[in-house]
């Protein structure tokens, strides 16, 4: 039966674990072996959260799946789940083909020859793989060709692998190494398809009177004409590239319209009405025809160039406000994307994993025989703590200083987070008093872990990177969110911090906005009700049910 199911594999692809745990039951295989597998794969089923026959089989779409689930957080350590990923993926390949894993076939001696040469290990890491690929094939050195390449590419696809696409890339630059560094190796030359779909053109494309006219913008927005006669709040230098990045994508988006690019020699031709519409029409198709909130700021940014640096009058203006309301409608307060990242935390033992989480990562820093990685596990644990108390935006927690920032306002061990106007991107300054229990976390950090770390002993930076300079918010972020998922399956990125303290909060004190507008640092109430107003719904309800089941209750006695 089992047999049967394999060779319908490819003209049934919507096997699923339900036809896999059959086919272990039909194997001939020992017992307990059948008992391992047959456990394995109900464990995925549990780990997903739904029954074997809900879930497919096939590998592409099983790897996707696991990919998302943070065994940690589950209960499960990484040894055992590597090993039941094992498992399953034997389980899979009675009912899928399945690409053998790279230490199950032999290499050629022909292929082993050319493979003891390479002096680096990490370039034998990257090649092993498609080496046992070929050998297993019967393809030589001198046979390999870009086919082989793309056949290697498909069959990564047909394992339970995270990441085939990065495995790949791998692969090609070790190839690649490994031909710099032994004579005999295959010359064929190999790339990676670019995957990404890059559609916006370089200035060079436009005339250059438009990048002229772009900069005259930039240089206004930021302030570095003193003799302007409307002056404006100068803005930071990340929101000056953002806004070039904007107006360079929407030329462009004009272009792959049909536009011919000789014809944009300034700003006026994008914010003429029909080029407004068009350009913003590209944008829409690509989303499915609906607006984003990136679309929407687009347009938005492009109305103030047409306001305050070209003049336009009144009646274009209108036009422009009136589109963008339309394309704005309905998008005030959190993204659904983001509401539905919030829900996990209506669940207490949710809001309880996250809040313990960095005297948890503290602890697991202690214990940590890798000094580094130790300190790293420490890093993260005080910059999620510092989130949780003090909800900064990701630019401001990566640049908070021991000097500048963190100030013992008496002789005490009291530690006061501070934040001047400068560095905040509403301009208002922020003051967060710092708890006991975050207090003491910060200065085990800074005595025992963060010395491990900081590369230069004039660095001041509370996380510092490469350099002894601030670590960068890609990788700072980036170590928070994979942090959070591994240990709570929680998918929160540093920004979604403001928004979770601040449901947290209104779960216990709906209604209550001034506290969060004054915690968050917002100029304006409106800002504050416009983002939470309706966040705390699910728990008014939770409030509102109970005193009718207390009610009811009463009127049973």
């Not at 001939?28 to 995925?44: D, F, G, H, K, V």
């Not at 560094?181 to 370089?202: C, F, K, M, N, Y």
């Not at 710092?434 to 010395?451: A, G, K, M, T, W």
Request: with cysteine.
């Amino acid at each position: 039966m089992a047999s049967e199911l394999a060779s319908r594999a490819a003209e049934n692809p919507n096997l699923t674990l339900a036809n896999a745990l059959t086919a272990v039951r039909a194997a001939n295989l020992p017992e307990r072996r059948r008992q391992e597998i047959s456990s394995a794969l109900r464990t995925i089923a549990r780990a997903i959260g739904k029954p074997p026959e809900r879930i497919p089989s096939h590998p592409r779409l099983l790897a996707a799946r696991l990919k998302q689930i943070a065994p940690t957080a589950i209960g499960i350590s990484r040894g055992r789940w590597n090993n039941i990923r094992s498992l399953a993926r034997a389980g899979v390949a009675l009912v899928q083909p399945m690409s053998p894993g790279r230490n199950r076939n032999r290499v050629t001696p022909r292929w082993q020859a050319l493979f003891e040469q390479l002096e680096l290990r990490t370039t034998k890491i990257a090649v092993s793989r498609f080496l046992r690929f070929c050998s297993a094939r019967g393809i030589e050195p001198e046979e390999v060709s870009q086919t082989t390449f793309k056949e290697f590419r498909d069959h990564l696809d047909d394992t339970l692998m995270k990441r085939p696409d990065e495995v790949f890339s791998a692969t090609v630059r070790g190839w690649r190494t490994a031909q710099t560094a032994v004579e005999a190796w295959p010359r064929i030359a190999v790339s990676v398809a670019d995957r990404r779909r890059i559609w916006t053109l370089p200035w060079t494309a436009f005339p250059a009177s438009l990048h002229q006219d772009v900069n005259g913008w930039l240089d206004r927005l930021a302030g570095r004409d003193l003799l302007d006669d409307v002056p404006i709040r100068p803005v930071r230098s990340s929101t000056i590239a953002h806004r070039e990045r904007q107006i360079r994508a929407f030329a462009s988006a004009l272009v792959r319209r049909g536009r011919n690019p000789n014809t944009i020699t300034c700003l006026q031709d994008l914010v003429e009405k029909e080029a407004f519409k068009e350009g913003l029409r590209f944008f829409l198709e690509r989303h499915g025809g609906k607006s984003t909130s990136a679309i929407a700021d687009m347009a938005t940014a492009l109305k103030a160039i047409a306001k305050h640096y070209l003049r336009r009058d009144s009646r274009q203006l209108d036009v422009m406000g009136a589109i963008i309301s339309r394309l704005a409608c309905g998008r005030r307060g959190l993204t659904e994307t983001n509401r539905a990242r919030l829900r996990p935390l209506d669940d207490p033992s949710n809001a309880a994993a996250l809040l313990r989480l960095p005297p948890k990562l503290m602890s697991i820093a202690a214990r940590n025989r890798h000094p580094r990685l130790g300190a790293i596990e420490a890093q993260i644990a005080v910059a999620i703590e510092i989130l949780l108390m003090a909800p900064l935006r990701i630019g401001n927690l990566v640049n908070i200083d021991l000097e500048r920032n963190l100030v013992h306002p008496g002789r005490g061990k009291a530690l006061h987070l501070i934040i001047e106007r400068e560095e905040v991107k509403n301009r208002e300054p922020l003051e967060y008093p710092l708890p006991p229990q975050s207090v003491e976390l910060i200065d085990r950090y800074i005595r025992e872990f963060r010395p491990r770390i900081a590369s230069s002993t004039v660095s001041t930076a509370l996380f510092p990177g490469e350099g002894g300079k601030p670590k960068s918010r890609h990788t700072l972020g980036k170590q928070i969110a994979d942090t959070i998922h591994a240990h709570t399956g929680m998918r929160m990125h540093p920004h979604l911090f403001r928004h979770a303290t601040a449901k947290l909060f209104l779960d216990a004190n709906p209604g209550a906005y001034e506290v969060v507008r004054r915690v968050l640092g917002h100029r304006s109430i409106d800002t504050t009700t416009s983002f939470y107003t309706g966040l705390e719904t699910a728990s008014a309800v939770r409030h509102f049910d109970e005193l009718l089941l207390r009610i009811r209750r009463g009127a049973s006695d």
